[in-house]
Nanobody, 124 residues
Framework: QVHLVESGGGLVQAGGSLRLSCAAS????????MGWFRQAPGKERDFIAA????????YYADSVKGRFTISRDSARNTVYLQMNSLKPEDTAVYYC?????????????????WGQGTQVTVSS
């Protein structure tokens, strides 16, 4: 089992920045990929970014490319999402996810562990 705890959400003005953190604990040795998703009210949970744990290779949704950066600290079992140039449409609950399935996917079913979510609100 892997336990994920997110932090760093909050309220920010458009154009501002936030950094989300996700600390993993438990059976972290089994993690192959970690990712971030977001879900706005009434919408589906959308992929934002992912990073492969062993190589650090990154993947991004087109909507955040160039604005968001995913990174990891393997020693701390923590993944980060640096969000710059935030827009009101970035407002959502942001979820950290981890996969022990051995492949990297951009859809929720590719991940078998989830955090509780953290709210990000961008005001115009």
């Amino acid at each position: 089992q892997v336990h994920l705890v997110e932090s760093g959400g909050g309220l920010v003005q458009a154009g501002g920045s936030l950094r989300l953190s996700c600390a993993a604990s438990g059976d972290t040795i089994c993690i192959s990929t970690m990712g971030w998703f977001r879900q706005a009210p009434g919408k589906e949970r959308d992929f934002i970014a992912a990073i492969t744990w062993s190589t650090g290779y990154t993947y991004y949704a087109d909507s955040v490319k160039g604005r968001f950066t995913i990174s990891r600290d393997s020693a701390r079992n923590t993944v980060y999402l640096q969000m710059n140039s935030l827009k009101p449409e970035d407002t959502a609950v942001y979820y950290c996810a981890a996969s022990s399935l051995g492949y990297t996917g951009t859809y929720p079913t590719a991940y078998n562990y989830w955090g509780q979510g953290t709210q990000v609100t961008v005001s115009s």
